[in-house]
């Protein structure tokens, strides 16, 4: 079995500062990209970030110099920086990551989601 767990969500005020981290774990072989994805009540899931094994990143336009998504494959997490963070940033916000497990089986996998709130 895979999982990811995700941490560090919470209470912030605008324009300050929150560091999400999601760790995989269990029979993994190799993960590919890993991602953040949010949903605010109403809205669509959207992309956030994601990043390659490698390190390539890619972000939603409006996100970009506010966050930035970095991995450690030594300890299968991924990370999200986020600053200025702005009352629409509110959101519940949910690991991505795409694995390969030691039985040989590619699948995508999501975390529970860890709420992030920005008060005004």
């Known amino acids: 079995q895979v999982q990811l767990v995700e941490s560090g969500g919470g209470l912030v005020q605008a324009g300050g500062s929150l560091r999400l981290s999601c760790a995989a774990s269990?029979?993994?072989?190799?993960?590919?990209?890993m991602a953040w994805y949010r949903q605010a009540p109403g809205n669509q899931r959207e992309l956030v970030a994601v990043?390659?094994?490698?390190?390539?990143?890619t972000y939603a336009d409006d996100l970009k110099g506010r966050f930035t998504i970095s991995r450690d494959n030594a300890k299968n997490t991924v990370y999200l920086q986020m600053s200025v963070l702005k009352p629409e940033d509110t959101a519940v916000y949910y690991c991505?990551?795409?694995?390969?497990?030691?039985?040989?089986?590619?699948?995508?996998?999501w975390g529970q989601g860890t709420q992030v709130t920005v008060s005004s």
């Open positions: 991505y990551a795409s694995i390969e497990t030691l039985q040989a089986a590619w699948a995508e996998y």
């Open positions: 990043i390659s094994r490698g390190g390539t990143t």
């Open positions: 269990g029979k993994i072989f190799v993960i590919n990209n």
